[in-house]
């Protein structure tokens, strides 16, 4: 069978992206020039990622020149793409080694992640407060996570340089625009999103959650989280 034959399949790299970016809005419901950029961040991450899974695999061409005598299942094939099974001598099917079963987790959770913090958001613009319920008890930005967890875990089962390269300046992107989100909020609630931030981590959730001060917060005095989107 011709190794090669597993590449060159361009409308799969078409189909795959447009299916991951059409399921990510689905879950995340862009509204903003802001929600746009991070959709824009993760669709640029599909599609250097799917180029290499069906296009060109330009990764295990850079590296089979010097890792291919030692790594022998470094090959441009399908299976010789999923790197991390290559370097620890996988022989099985690759969509059930460690890493693919990880990945699947990985990816299934930051979807979910996505739409939990997505409800709570939408309930919080329909009653005209802030989000500060679900994943926002735990996080500041919970949506963003959802799309770091989703890129984590393609990268588990097929990492790739420029994906690689790519993560942490997505991860960079995801920040940036969750610190002009915050500048936003706290323009408009003050001590109360002061409150907030104190005690609530932005990204990485913390062991044990510090208990909210005061009160329950009524519409337009909670203490929040993240700005709402208003509903449709």
């Not at 990510?24 to 990622?49: I, K, N, Q």
């Not at 930051?110 to 409800?119: H, K, Q, V």
């Amino acid at each position: 069978m011709d190794a090669h034959a597993d590449y060159g399949l361009w409308p799969l790299v078409f189909i795959n992206t447009a299916l991951f970016v059409a399921f990510a809005a689905s879950f995340f419901h862009p509204r903003t020039g802001r929600d746009w950029r991070a959709m824009g961040a993760f669709t640029a991450f599909l599609v250097a990622l799917f180029t290499e899974m069906y296009g060109i695999p330009l990764t295990v061409y850079l590296l089979s020149g010097w890792l291919g005598s030692k790594v022998p299942a470094l090959q441009a094939t399908h299976s010789g793409g999923h790197l991390f099974n290559d370097l620890i001598g996988w022989t099985g099917d690759p969509h059930l080694s460690p890493f693919h079963l990880a990945s699947y987790a990985f990816i299934g959770g930051g979807f979910w992640l996505i739409a939990a913090a997505w409800r709570v958001l939408h309930d919080a613009a329909q009653h005209d407060r802030l989000a500060t319920t679900g994943a926002y008890q735990w996080v500041r930005h919970p949506q963003y996570d959802g799309f770091l967890l989703i890129m984590i875990g393609f990268l588990l089962q097929w990492p790739t340089i420029p994906t690689l390269v790519l993560f942490p300046v997505l991860a960079m992107v995801y920040t940036r625009l969750a610190r002009a989100e915050e500048r936003e909020v706290a323009a408009r609630f003050g001590a109360a999103w002061a409150d907030y931030a104190a005690r609530t981590p932005g990204f990485l959730p913390r062991l044990r959650r510090t208990p909210p001060a005061g009160h329950d917060g009524g519409p337009g005095e909670s203490v929040g989280g993240l700005a709402p989107r208003r509903p449709r």
